[in-house]
């Protein structure tokens, strides 16, 4: 675990180093320009926040295939597979601490009352938003996680074809949720969140579960590219 944490770190420092001083505090003060217009605005802005995350995290197998980190991780005395594990975990753990950052700062927003520039009559509640949370969470680890099976498997090489496919997957599932939601095939929100356990107790249990459930998700994508990239192994 030591090791793992350590690969983690070390993919961190070189994301950001790679993106230059100025481009990376530009890329801070966007961030807290956007979290104050979201705090004062529509909470639920919050949750596009996750796009941000993923900017950090994405790009992270071209940074190292570029710089030639992939030769640096031979000779460390960590086994490949631990490089792998390392990049899954650190996609679950920064989209997790992405959750908590945007259900705490989003409810805050809504406890105060200090949503002064949103006008529209769409404001939700803090157990709404906690929903809103864990499936955006669920359904951005699940995408990551694919989208980094298939940029290890297929190289660097690939990655603007494998980007683009799991871009295009995304748009169109979205886009399908959206209009069956629009046909009244599938549940809307409002809907969907009525259908939920009507105790809190019971819809933090089913929260958990689906934690567990991406967890298992990432987890399996994972022991994939693991056993897919076994000969690579030093």
């Excluded at 406890?111 to 499936?135: A, E, K, N």
């Excluded at 980094?148 to 748009?171: P, S």
């Amino acid at each position: 675990m030591k090791n793992l944490l350590n690969l983690m770190r070390f993919d961190l420092i070189s994301a950001t180093c790679s993106a230059g001083n100025k481009q990376t505090a530009a890329y801070i003060l966007i961030a807290l320009v956007f979290l104050i217009l979201a705090f004062f605005g529509m909470p639920l802005m919050m949750l596009l926040l996750f796009v941000g995350v993923l900017m950090l995290t994405a790009p992270l197998q071209g940074i190292a295939e570029k710089n030639n980190f992939n030769k640096l991780y031979g000779i460390l005395p960590v086994p490949f597979r631990q490089v792998v594990q390392a990049r899954f975990l650190l996609i679950f753990l920064s989209l997790f601490l992405c959750e908590i950052v945007i259900f705490l700062i989003s409810s805050l927003s809504e406890l105060l009352h200090v949503y002064r520039f949103d006008t529209s009559d769409f404001v939700i509640g803090i157990p709404q938003l906690l929903m809103f949370c864990v499936g955006i969470f669920a359904f951005f680890v699940s995408a990551m996680s694919y989208s980094q099976m298939m940029l290890w498997i297929h190289g660097q090489e690939n990655e603007m074809k494998v980007m683009v496919y799991t871009m295009a997957g995304l748009f169109l599932t979205g886009g399908l949720i959206f209009l069956l939601m629009y046909l009244h095939i599938l549940p809307s929100p409002a809907q969907l969140y009525q259908m939920l356990p009507e105790t809190t107790g019971g819809k933090l249990v089913l929260y958990a579960v689906l934690h567990v459930l991406t967890a298992g998700i990432c987890a399996a994508c994972c022991q994939h590219t693991v056993k897919k990239l076994a000969a690579r192994e030093l």
